[in-house]
């Protein structure tokens, strides 16, 4: 067993889980030579809810934090995050912009794509991982991981396999929720390792107050690498804290080799970032401790939150554990799929509906029935004809890759905001997030009209005589 591997969260995952992603580029800028120092296997700095944020909250151009991280970061190699064919958005976009999206992001200094479909169909990542592989970076392909009766070690290891026969460098174990258990992790590692040849890593989250007993036996069983968070930014919905992974290894045959005095000065720059997050009361103390509910109701931390915000608005909340006992039977009616982006929106906004109207699927929203209708993929069992019936009658379910019948749009993307195009990445900022773009590109161009403005008055001007 070689050494195992350590991907650090810090940059992504872990403030996307514990302060809504809200760490901006000058908070990581001064630490990120010295992460640089650590022997990560990699820094997971972008993907998944980053590119919304930077362009939502922080008026901050993803494509800018991407470069400048570059810069800094000279021996580690940099991770995303990528939903497969919803790329970073929250529905399916055309081949074309995947795959120009693919293109900009390696060509701006991406090495590892972790990419997932959260349908676990292979069909919706396909494109993503060919033009990974074709753009030279490491194509990583990601079991979303979930319970039900059909999701079985049996059926992970064949879904592992497959990613593989596509053409996956790396296969990751994605457990969203923290539903992962120990003894499960160490049969479901060893039987992968047993039938692939590319590297297993493992993700998860310590929601459930698992993931580092989780962590420690799927090493046992053979993982490869795992993904941690440095402390301050540790624990709760997200990942196990690095320090506590790296010292438990040390002296063993697993030994990540990594310097914790090294470690401890990463430690120390972002401990008065989680206490400036702690006041201001975007790091929320109901994310930091055990959620129980997790494993009761495999409802994940986000979700759980949105749920929380949904009912409060319908004056609901005290329905709440009427709408928890509701997902699992949505979920049953719709073929199991696992509750991650955008399936956990959607079984959970019918369960609310289910709930608040009376009666099941009285109110049904477009999202679930282009659900039904196979528009996201193909569900992990076909759902049962009365249930198509009463979602969308008599409409027609495709069975093609849903891809298939989206028209390119480049094109007309890029006629569409030609009046703000300054780089070619403009346009796939667009692509994902119109309106939030377009309202960072006026923020961009009144800003430089400031400083414009400041630069003419600050100007020595003489006059001939």
Known sequence: MAQVKITETVLRDAHQSLIATRLTTDEMIPILEQLDKIGYHSLEMWGGATFDSCLRYLNEDPWDRLRIIRKHIKNTKLQMLLRGQNILGYKHYPDDVLIEFVKKAIANGIDVVRIFDALNDPRNIRVALETTKKEGAHAQAAIAYTISPVHTTDAFVKLAKEFESMGADSIAIKDMSGLLTPYVAYELVKKIKGEINVPLQVHSHATSGLASMTYLKAIEAGADIIDTAISPFALGTSQPPTESIVAALQGTEYDTKIDMEELNLVSEYFAPLREKY????????????????????????????????????????????????????????????????????????????????????????????????????????????EIVKKIIGNEEVITCRPADLIPFEMESLKKEISQYIEKDEDVLSYALFPQVAINYFKYRESKRYAIDEDLVNKEDITYPV
Request: charged share 20%; hydrophobic share 35%.
């Open 278 to 385: 702690l006041k201001n009361g975007l790091m929320n103390t109901k994310v930091l401790g055990v959620d129980i509910q997790t494993l009761l109701y495999q409802v994940p931390g986000g979700m759980l939150s949105n749920l929380v915000s949904q009912l409060t608005t319908q004056n609901s909340l005290n329905k709440l554990e009427d709408v928890l006992k509701e997902i699992p039977r949505v979920r049953e009616d719709l073929g199991y799929p696992p509750l991650v982006t955008p399936t956990s929106q959607i079984i959970g906004t019918q369960a609310v509906f289910n709930v608040i109207g009376g009666e099941r699927y009285k109110i049904v929203p477009n999202e679930v029935k282009s659900y039904v209708k196979g528009m996201y993929g193909r569900p992990t069992v076909q759902i049962k004809d």
